[in-house]
C-alpha cells in the first residue's frame, strides 16, 4: 500500500529544505518496512540499544529478538506514519525513511539535472572546454540523462561532443548506447562511439565492435570503407586489453 498523503505542498519551504538536508540520497523501496532486531536487556544511558538482526548467533545474555522494530516510524519530509502494511523507502542503514509521495515528488528533481542544458548551452557558445570539464566531472548517475539529452539533439556538433562526453566518463555501463551509436547515420557519430569503445577496452567493448561489422551501405565502398574503420578499432582494443592484462 502506498505510504503518504498526496494532498499537501510539498513546495513549501520546510518540506524543501528537510530533503536538501539529506545527506545520502539513494534511496532503495521497501516493502517490508519491519524487520527483527537484537535489543540490549539492559539499558544504556536510558535507552536500550538495538540493531537489525540478520539471522545469526547472538548473545543471549545480552540481547532480546524483537520483531517488527523500526527504527524510524516518520517519513524524514512530512512525517507521515508508516505502518506495516505501507511501502516506503530507506537510504543505508536506514539514517532517512521516506514515504511513496515525498519520494515520488523530491526525487526526479536530482536525476533531471538541469545543468546540462546549461553547459551545452556554453558550448554551444564557444565555451566547449568549461562545457567539457563540467560534463565529464559530473557523477555518473548523470549518465542516463547525457544520454536522453543526445537522443534529442539536433544540432549535430553538440551530438558528436555528447557522445564524447558521455564515453569519456569512463564506464562500461555506456557501451550499449556506443554500439548503437556505432549504427548512427553521421561519420562523426560512429567515429566518436568508435573512439570511446577503443578506450573502453574491455571483451564487451569488442564485441560491440564486432557486431558492427555486419553494418551495410547501399554503396560497396562505404561498406569497405566503414569495415576497415571497424577492423582498425577492434585491433587498437585488443591491443589496449592485452596491455591492460599485462600491467596486472
Ligand atoms: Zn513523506
Request: net charge negative.
Amino acid at each position: 500500500m502506498r505510504s503518504g498523503d498526496p494532498a499537501i505542498n510539498r513546495n513549501d519551504a520546510s518540506y524543501r529544505s528537510r530533503f536538501t538536508e539529506i545527506v545520502d540520497k539513494h534511496f532503495t523501496k521497501e516493502t517490508d518496512h519491519a524487520y527483527p532486531a537484537l535489543v540490549s536487556k539492559v539499558p544504556v544511558n536510558g535507552h536500550r540499544l538495538w540493531k537489525p538482526y540478520d539471522g545469526g548467533d547472538y548473545d543471549k545474555e545480552q540481547f532480546d529478538i524483537v520483531h517488527g522494530v523500526r527504527d524510524q516510524e516518520h517519513c524524514s519530509i512530512c512525517d507521515f506514519k508508516i505502518r506495516d502494511e505501507h511501502t516506503c523507502w530507506t537510504n543505508e542503514n536506514r539514517a532517512c525513511l521516506l514515504c511513496d509521495e515525498c519520494h515520488d515528488v523530491f526525487m526526479p528533481e536530482l536525476t533531471k539535472h538541469p545543468k546540462i542544458q546549461e553547459y551545452l548551452e556554453d558550448y554551444r557558445h564557444g565555451d566547449s572546454q568549461n562545457a567539457f570539464y563540467r560534463l565529464t566531472t559530473m557523477s555518473h548517475d548523470v549518465l542516463p540523462d547525457l544520454i536522453t539529452a543526445f537522443k534529442k539533439e539536433r544540432d549535430g556538433r553538440v551530438r558528436v561532443f555528447l557522445v564524447e562526453t558521455i564515453w569519456q566518463h569512463r564506464q562500461q555501463s555506456v557501451i550499449p548506447f556506443l554500439a548503437e551509436c556505432v549504427f548512427d547515420p553521421e561519420p562523426d557519430i560512429w567515429k566518436e562511439a568508435l573512439s570511446g569503445l577503443v578506450t573502453l577496452a574491455s571483451p564487451q567493448a569488442i564485441d560491440a565492435l564486432r557486431s558492427a561489422r555486419s553494418r551495410q551501405f547501399p554503396r560497396e565502398r562505404d561498406t569497405d570503407e566503414y569495415r576497415s574503420w571497424i577492423d582498425e578499432a577492434i585491433e587498437q582494443a585488443e591491443a589496449e586489453l592485452q596491455k591492460l592484462k599485462d600491467d596486472k
